[in-house]
């Protein structure tokens, strides 16, 4: 049997990312139910509500954001207030500030925009309400007379009639009238409730109001005559009152369903309201007869302790005006899309999806089921969340611990029933069927904080936990059945102190035979199943160890410690194997991926690492948060990995080293492609089309030859100006880049001076508008300064060099020359006719062609040293001058 090679994965690459967008405060939602806008904490996050995840993100004002509006009749302009007073106007197309004004003396604290978007109302603090021209940015009233802040604020839906109403924490509503511009009237005062008004709604046809309070009573006014015509008590503090509509399918479902019988009022018109509040739960109310037509049985709200402080309740609802669904939004920051559905003759609300805004600091989570496509995660929070990967949604909440769970695992049974065990602060573990969503078990007899916990890896009837007692506990799940309608106690199998400090992690073998227990007294130790009776103990570390596993293939234990190493051992004799150093803080996980060839860490520094267990090597170091990383979990099948820590962001992960591998091949037959253009436009001649290949290639080699090849023609000088205006700004700049490193090299610095000047005669001319940085013009001034100074130095040394040349009277002086020739001409004359006088005509003739020969060597002598001077000083005068028009270039 030919066994398949193992392929090594080289990088993963995050493709999804669950991060917080609501830490609590004012929300808006578009109206066609697209998106919303959530205040986090100084910044607003812009969410797709189909996926659930974060599109946009705008960056506030440093201060937390106090109220939040949407344009009506454009979805792209939305209002901000925040606590620094400032009212800003976004356009959400390009996510800048259009404009901002000052709005209150205080914070703001309400923000209602009227149906034509013409008109923006604001309710401060101060206790005074303004009402402003979008467009212009002034304010057109302001209306004051409430003792209090003033939190609650709407504009009458109908817009033949600008009426305004507010709602302040001293009880009262007020109604101002919008079209008395001067004398700012205030149409009623409604003193009905005895706490803070929390919520108003106008009826369909615009002649009742509808408000509630904290005083858990609901008031019912006439807009007629401003007379109170019910009020109806509802038991609870009330946040949100929501009118439902004729066409709405909440009215359908209330039609078709039965209620129990009530006298109705006929000065009282028929209203049914949705109310949410302290209770958690949503609540249908009928107008005319003053009853509750519906009331959720339970409320998909978790609460799991009795403390009355830990209750919590919906803060905020709205019905979607497109989809007509019910939007509620909990104190927890947790936002519920709820349906109506009818069944049996009865109504019921159908919990269609769930957000999550804030997940807090994640401790532990897992991959659920066969495929893999839920996430079960343990935040610092009494619940378990499960996520669906698909749609970054939260599936549903498993509730039942008292305390904040501290870890988990999941697995799927030899019944096919997928399990999860949970670990928490009340010293408990509970089991957990996902089919039920229910526990289906629960285990005591932990005296602390339970730490650790993992399911047996090949029978799956047992699990083993570890606590701050210092214990290890197996637990066996014989007696849990599908059938099991109540909570069963599990009995623990067997039990062993097993370290001095409290234990961090827990890992099964493969072959459900051993155990290995991480603590915080920098050991582990290694138990034998199911007696718990000691193997070996791993020592060598030199902090605590916050993760154990076993390999997959080999019989070696892998261990992460607070003292940034990791460790491989040996389970034989408990031996250290490896040891890995990198990371720069605690390693708090580690787990093994490709059969054991390979595994992935992650520690306090918020960094994730790919390993090679063969080379000892880290191979890829990502960095995707920024705070610890306490989770970690990789999927069976799939190997995709899942991060999270305390940004309270979750990473997924997925092998791209089959992408990678792809797009640099692809990469690579494209770069050989263009680099066969390159060589086909340097043989036409084509030097702007070579420019441009050259500069996509990033090549500045190539790039340089051309130029070189360039500056050999004689038309040089057009030839890069051409080249030079074709280039677009990125180009552009990119070549400033590569000439400012070619000025610093003496060899070719004159080419460097060469395109500069080209660059400067362009940018003159203004044909390229580009703003070159500062610190490119310096890196080249700085260069070009030297070069200039060495070449004057050596202009002054080539002077030095013709004086004691003229002075050895190699050269002489240019304009002497001339004169110098005519005098010994004229001396030689003379000295010839005294000599031939004295000799014989036979040697006279001789005479003369020696005299010859000296005066036509002593010209050759004198033509060549004129000839060299001269063409030394003209090519420094030409040095000169090229120094001069490089001078004025670049000034």
């Not at 269609?352 to 991959?367: L, P, S």
């Not at 293939?553 to 194997?577: E, F, H, M, N, R």
Request: proline residues 2%; glycine residues 6%.
């Amino acid at each position: 049997m030919e066994l398949k090679k193992i392929e090594l994965k080289k990088s993963y690459k995050s493709v999804k990312s669950l991060e917080q967008f609501y830490t609590g405060g004012p929300y808006v939602v578009a109206s066609d139910g697209s998106f919303m806008v959530c205040a986090c904490n100084e910044t607003l996050k812009l969410v797709d509500l189909s996926s659930s995840m974060i599109t946009s993100t705008i960056e506030g004002d440093s201060e937390p954001v106090t109220a939040l509006a949407l344009n009506p009749d454009s979805n792209n302009i939305l209002f901000s207030a925040s606590h620094s007073r400032l009212i800003r106007v976004w356009d959400l197309s390009t996510l800048k500030c259009l404009r901002s004004w000052k709005g209150h003396e205080g914070p703001v604290m309400g923000m209602a925009c009227d149906a034509s978007g013409g008109l923006l109302a604001t309710s401060g603090a101060d206790g005074k309400v303004r009402v402003w021209d979008v467009d212009g940015g002034f304010c057109t009233h302001q209306f004051q007379g409430h003792k209090g802040v003033v939190a609650t604020i709407v504009f009458h839906p109908h817009p033949d009639r600008l009426q305004l109403f507010s709602g302040g924490d001293d009880g009262s509503v007020r109604v101002w009238d919008l079209t008395q511009k001067t004398k700012k009237k205030c149409l009623a005062k409604l003193e009905k409730h005895q706490s803070t008004v929390t919520s108003m709604a106008i009826s369909d046809d615009g002649w009742t109001l509808i408000t509630a309070g904290r005083d858990k009573v609901v008031n019912l006014c006439n807009l007629h005559d401003y007379s109170c015509l019910t009020t109806i008590p509802t038991l609870e503090s009330v946040e949100t009152v929501c009118i439902i509509g004729s066409e709405s399918p909440f009215a359908a479902c209330l039609a078709s369903s039965k209620h129990p019988q009530a006298k109705k009022r006929s000065d009282v018109p028929s209203i049914n309201f949705i109310t949410v509040g302290e209770r958690g739960l949503v609540r249908i109310w009928s107008s005319d007869r003053a009853l509750c037509l519906f009331e959720q049985k339970n409320s998909d709200i978790t609460i799991s302790s009795d403390n009355e402080d830990s209750k919590r309740g919906f803060i905020s609802a709205l019905i979607l005006p497109a989809s007509q669904e019910l939007l509620c939004v909990t104190a927890d920051q947790q936002f519920f899309l709820y349906y109506p559905e009818e069944s049996e003759g009865s109504m019921n609300l159908f919990l269609r999806k769930r957000f999550v805004g804030y997940n807090e600091e994640i401790a532990d989570m897992k991959f659920l089921g066969d495929d893999e496509q839920f996430l079960a995660v343990a935040t610092s929070v009494e619940q378990v969340r499960v996520y669906d990967l698909e749609s970054m949604s939260c599936s549903y909440v498993l509730s039942g611990h008292t305390d904040v769970i501290l870890c988990l695992d999941t697995c799927v049974s030899s019944s096919g029933r997928t399990l999860i065990v949970t670990g928490s602060k009340d010293n408990n573990v509970r089991l957990w069927d996902c089919e039920n969503k229910a526990c289906v078990g629960v285990g005591i007899g932990h005296m602390g904080a339970v730490g650790a916990v993992t399911f047996s890896k090949k029978q799956r009837n047992f699990f083993v936990s570890g606590s701050s007692d210092r214990t290890l506990k197996v637990w066996n799940m014989d007696s849990v059945s599908g059938n099991n309608e109540e909570i069963i106690t599990l009995k623990a199998k067997a039990v062993v102190a097993a370290h001095d400090k409290d234990i961090n992690s827990l890992a099964v073998a493969p072959t459900d035979s051993l155990v290995c227990s991480g603590s915080q007294d920098r050991t582990a130790c290694i138990w034998r199943l199911p007696d718990l009776v000691s193997v070996v103990t791993l020592k060598g570390h030199k902090r605590g160890i916050w993760s154990v596993e076993f390999s997959p293939v080999d019989p070696c234990v892998i261990t992460a410690s607070g003292d940034k190493t990791i460790k491989i051992w040996a389970i034989s004799d408990g031996s250290c194997l490896t040891t890995f150093e990198g990371h720069t803080s605690s390693v708090l996980r580690a787990s093994f991926l490709t059969r054991g060839t390979q595994f992935v860490s992650c520690g306090a520094g918020g960094l994730v690492k790919l390993w090679t267990v063969r080379t000892n090597e880290c191979i890829a170091t990502y960095d995707q948060h920024e705070d610890k990383i306490w989770a970690l979990a990789i999927g069976k099948k799939t190997e995709m990995l899942a991060t999270g820590g305390g940004d309270a962001v979750i990473n997924l992960w997925h092998d791209s080293t089959a992408l990678d591998k792809e797009e640099a091949f692809r990469k690579e037959e494209e770069c050989v492609l263009r680099s066969q253009e390159l060589k086909n436009a340097l043989i036409d001649a084509d030097y702007n089309r070579a420019i441009q290949i050259a500069l996509e290639l990033r090549r500045p080699h190539d790039l340089l030859d051309i130029f070189g090849e360039i500056n050999r023609e004689r038309d040089a000088g057009d030839l890069i100006g051409k080249a030079l205006e074709a280039l677009s700004k990125e180009k552009f700049c990119l070549l400033w880049e590569y000439v400012r490193e070619w000025n610093t090299k003496p060899k070719i610095y004159h080419i460097a001076q060469f395109i500069l000047s080209q660059l400067f005669k362009i940018l003159a001319t203004g044909t390229v508008k580009i703003k070159v940085g500062e610190e490119l013009l310096e890196g080249v001034s700085a260069y070009t300064r030297r070069h200039f100074n060495r070449l004057d130095r050596l202009e002054r040394e080539s002077f030095i060099l013709d004086y004691i040349l003229a002075s050895m009277s190699v050269i002489e002086p240019e304009g002497n020359e001339e004169k110098f020739e005519n005098k010994d001409a004229t001396l030689s004359t003379a000295a010839d006719s005294e000599q031939l006088s004295e000799i014989a005509p036979t040697e006279q003739d001789q005479h003369h062609e020696d005299i010859k020969e000296k005066k036509s060597s002593k010209k050759r002598k004198l033509h060549i040293s004129t000839d060299v001077a001269g063409k030394k000083v003209k090519g420094l005068s030409d040095r000169a001058k090229c120094l001069t028009h490089c001078t004025s270039s670049l000034k």
